[in-house]
């Protein structure tokens, strides 16, 4: 078994195609020596290394030792050093690098085979004692700290110390002398701290920061890291080992890291910074200021002190050359690490650059348009999650901001305007043509109407899964909950942010993106959505095979929705539409009605509302198919929370107090999640259902009978089975013939399901007898399969996040062994009774890309998700279709 | 297509085989006829034609008029009468007769083919006018009635009437005249009635009564009927078309039903009644009495009144020979109709009579004995559901009884005590050798040790599924629950119950299996588990493949299982554990506790208490498996409701009543079922199972030091993920081997998970890599497949079995199709992966016989189920397997 891979001149084991096996940075220097870039020689120990050590009880393989002698022999070989010789010694930087960049873990220790003797013959070898025991007292410090875990501060206080003795105020002020002098009390440091001599023997040493690296991969951050960045624990890091090339052995030498192209706008400009005669932590440590690589950017930038370019032309066009070929090479934007050693340049690393959603976008359409990729390879290129940051407003960069107090980023953008403390006002005042923000305790279903007529949302509690978060992030608005320092007196229409106090009316403004609420009018700046996005969404486009639909019920998000490219409604949630301050009454009237005919006489009042609803909803979608869902949520969740409202109902609805408070009892549920709701309303009060087929036909004939095309697809909610889909095919069938018949319009459409039960999806042939669509609705069949409620998650799902249980939320991105079992064996039942059977997926996991992956692996005809969602989904579409053409 | 089947003497087309096709009725008539019983010849319209007729808007098949007139002309020339003929007059029975019996459906029309003309004829041919006369006003009256809808009690008006004018008692006062006058006031009222005068035409009266039949299976009462008894509407109804014999032609004449063993009591006695000159509607009307058929019933009796076996000998002989022909060919129990024509004997129906479970247990075991049947047809015979009724106290038949109050039968079984409030006292009472009936306005987990300790639980709220329901069907202590008219007022101690009021300490006695409350004690009659019944269950356990446990947590819930033969524990539900006073406290202090010290501390309290409670389960199961399941309710449900309660738990727990309350709130959960629970809390308090895995291993180290065998089954609730079970595994073995280290004992034991959710299904290869053993929670699987939470399901799940939705309650029989599936994909996932992996189900489905035969169909090792049901199991499981080698 090979355990250990050699890169450099004379042999090279590994190349860029073995990342998983020797980690991004392995792979990758393998690769730059491979392809005759100047590479200081290494080795790299494979993943698989650290998958047996974890697996072995922190072991070795027995054939690591003699695998790693036998690399280090290579090194020798090819620089001429021999390790632990203080003859003419070889030094080593160890380096972790995992699969995915990872930072969270050790990062580097350099100069390690230094010990006194070694130091010593260094000193005389290389004639400056001065980098001998500077070098040495780097590595004390860096192989303390993360090897042996003595606190680095302690070297700092000794080093301070030292300065402050001597009245001096640089590293570099310091003398050969002094710096043995510090050696000898980092040395004796160590021993205090730890109570054992520091390791003189290179091997010991060497063999102490390979265990580090691995050791790392499990600390906490690291843990936290891969949770967040959904990098498996399984994967594991690669050690690298490499000689060491010295940037700070004089005038002649440097050290520096580049982008090919500029990271943050995407620019073709050579983007990078270096430090004369340093090494490469120095760049990152901040002690000196590193200087542009280029004139221009100097000259951009105002300084004085000289660009690479200029002070080193020859090297710089060297390293200029280096960028070419590898961009070429690797066909992406590369983040480099150089050094120079006496005028020699030596690439230490070379990854596909970190950029911003606009760098990224830039920098896949310029590329395809330079041909340097195809379009396809450019649509791969864009993160399509990323993209969210591009779709929403932004505080202007360029703004003053005060922050009064921070929260969660419960849905990204910024938008300011007047604090609102009831969603009535805010709906009020945005007819008005006011900007508002609604500020609450935390949001209702109640207070549906005045977020949308907010510009964004500032709640005191709740999470990122909590209803306004939910519902904010559905409708775009900038929302920012859960913040803990925000207090509220109504009475007085107060609001405490930290220790401001502020007025209904007074202004302010809320990143949504970040979780930062600022005083007063903060600039945002509107996203731009032409140019490259325009480009790369076209591009997109014409390889998608999925259509990209929006959830949307209100005239305006379809208007949004239409904008960013929805090819039709696959999710109208006809509930939202009950919250509006006239509706709600009659809404109420109808659920504390004793009878039948009491709740058909309040239906009568909601019916005009709801057919004019419809009516703009088709006409603005044109033709493209509108699915409207049938009444879903439990009726209790209309009802009102306080006593004073619910006399109010009582009163409205006619009937004593007493039995309003009887009939509300009654509605309430246990589990209302798994309650009276979905179908089931129609089932057990199927005039509810009749009312809205009745909403729907006629809006669809209006709209029709103005020569308009209209295409409603209904939905059934919640159905675990095809009776309840034919009783309610029933209603809506009579309810059509009927208005055809007064109308004389005969309207085409279809009535399908929502496939979120895991029983509808286990029955889905049977289902499909009833049902021409399926639209998996997989927030719901995630509560179901999972047995987890997704309110009631939070108590628990960090924690299940922490220890790999469920490595990303499932609620975010779909659960592709459980959930997504139940949307195949859906789709397969489906196909297997009705061969033409459409079928979608609406619910959050429609806008998120990996989500939209598995629904391309599925075959699901169209995604439908919230509209500021939509260009992510057409993204992520086509990116899923090409990755499924390529593998197939 | 053949619509139409004959049966008779001289051709008969169907037989018993044809059950399905002719109905029960029909099937048995041919199969009388066939084998040369005396069967008035008749015709049967088959089933077929009632699907055709719902199928095809009330319409009949094309073919089905000439086939109905062919046949017709067979019944005369067997019987040498001719149908509308006044000369010879053939008149006819028309009777439904499903697939199944099924009252509330149309029975019967009698003498059907009178008209004026024929009345006249028959009047003539059989010198009996008043014999033709009370024909046509029978006729008249039920074919009103039945067919035309006429209100028969107007009839009856119309009859007292004229007795009344003529001043006599009894209808057989009235002469040939009279009843002459009857018929025409008779017609007179239909044609008022219904606008149309009464159809003389008798192929229109056969045609009306057919369509009467066919309609009468949509009536209300039929669909309620099977929904009540699982009878699909698919299986339609058959119609029977016979020849009229006459039992009141005179006093040569009788008519009576029979029963070839006691219904009652299965005594092997000829059990029936008869009437001497009379229509069979008369001996079922109690008009007049009718007499035993046997002397030796008339003696016990103590009748003066002739039985049939002295005043008609030579028939009776004749009938005697038939019932043995007819157990005998049926091997089984017959329920018998015949009527008896000028000393001929006719038989006009036979099918399998209906029992009590007693009657049914000694029939199956004494035909057995008998060499009647096989000791498999002696298994098959009991209705596994009927023997519920024999395992619990039942009230005294011959004692006095005064009723008070009803509710519903929630829980099976008889009992008296003394009224008693609260739980606590319940518990202190019976700890003093006290019986309580604990009546309560409804119960909640708070209240299982007085559950426990009562002797019966009486609620005001509440249905069949509401906790007091479960849980007293889950102990076995008879339940009332959701008793209207009983009112509480705690604060007096006093007891409303309609009427009467009582004061706690006042005996009153309850009766579960009726849902009746009485004043006083009334006696009660334990069960009798010996004779039939223990020979049966030995029949049954011979063929049984099924292991059957039960769910126990208590030692005497335990001893109980072991004596009605459960073969271990599959599901010891360890929460129930906590709610004794001594150790809620411990409880709530654990729950309250701000960090992992203050958890570990209380629950170091609640250690003692679990080790003794699992020392005595092992004990009391002396090597039988015991599966404990971990912690599985959501920690809110152990903390009190009252504000009062809540400040004693700040207070015991010492902390501030307002951080109770916080701690409190923040527990809440917006669906619980879906919440922080099962296995959720061991992952995220990993003390809890810490302490629970110390219990259970120190508890078996003690029983095993005492030489005692002990094999612990430790489950892991609401897994979805293998991973769970692996980090409870961890704490378990660990713990374990701790446990063993100190103690010196090893146990052996295995480690499970409740499978519960969809998810864990789906995934069951993935989690059996971690489980040894799989438990199927059908409970919450069904909750979470069909997204029904059983407590909100009483709002619509009538409905939904009314509509045909969920035939049967998914609750109480598993719903094969969805669950069922599910259960299926687990069962093959676990052994993919694990050959010999254990499969159980627990929860209320493994005590249900239809569940039960599904198990079997999955090949499950076991089912679990309350103490009380493990025979239900017993036998179900042997049924079970009988059926499956039957099929196979």
Redesign the interface.
Known sequence: MKWVYSFGSLICEGDASHRNLLGGKGANLAEMARIGLPVPPGFTISTEVCSYYYDNGHAYPEALTSQVEAALKQIEAETGRSFANPDNPLLLSVRSGARASMPGMMDTVLNLGLNDEVAAGLANASGDARFAYDSYRRFIQMYGDVVLDVDHGLFEDLLEDMKMRLNVFQDTDLGAEDLQALVAQYLQLVEDETGNPFPQDPMTQLWGAVGAVFASWMNQRAITYRRLNDIPAEWGTAVNVQAMVFGNLGDDCATGVAFTRDPATGAKIFYGEYLINAQGEDVVAGIRTPQPLTKAARLAAGSTEPSLEEVMPDVFAELDRVRGVLEAHYRDMQDLEFTIQQNKLYMLQTRNGKRTAEAALNIAVDMAEEGLITTSEAVLKVDAEALDQLLHPTLDPNAEKHVLVRGLPASPGAANGEICLTADKAEKLAADGKRVILVRLETSPEDIHGMHAAAGILTARGGMTSHAAVVARGMGRPCVSGAGELRIDSNEGKVYLGNTTYTEGDIITLDGSTGEVYAGTVATVQPELSGAFATLMGWADAERRMRVRANAETPLDAKTAREFGAEGIGLCRTEHMFFDTDRIVAMREMIMAADTAGRTAALDKLLPYQRQDFAELFTIMAGLPVTIRLLDPPLHEFLPHGEAELAEVAASAGIPLEAARARML??E????????R?C?LA??YPEICAMQARAIFEAASEVAAKEQPVLPEIMVP?A??S??IA?CRKIIEDVAADVAEKTGITIAYQIGTMV????AA??AD?LAQQAEFFSFGTN?LT???????R??AG??ME??QD????PTDPFVSI?V???G??VEMGAAGGRKVRGDIKLGICGEHGGDPKSVAFCETVGLDYVSCSPFRVPIARLAAAQAHIRQKADS
Chains 1, 2 share one sequence.
């Open positions: 009654r509605l549920e246990s589990n209302p999640m798994l309650g009276h979905g089931r089932i057990t919640l675990g089975t009776r309840e009783i979120e039960l895991p029983r286990l029955c049977e719901d509560q179901t399969t999972l047995g987890i409620s309110d009631d108590n628990f924690a299940y220890q790999n249980i469920y659960d062994d459980g959930v079992k139940l």
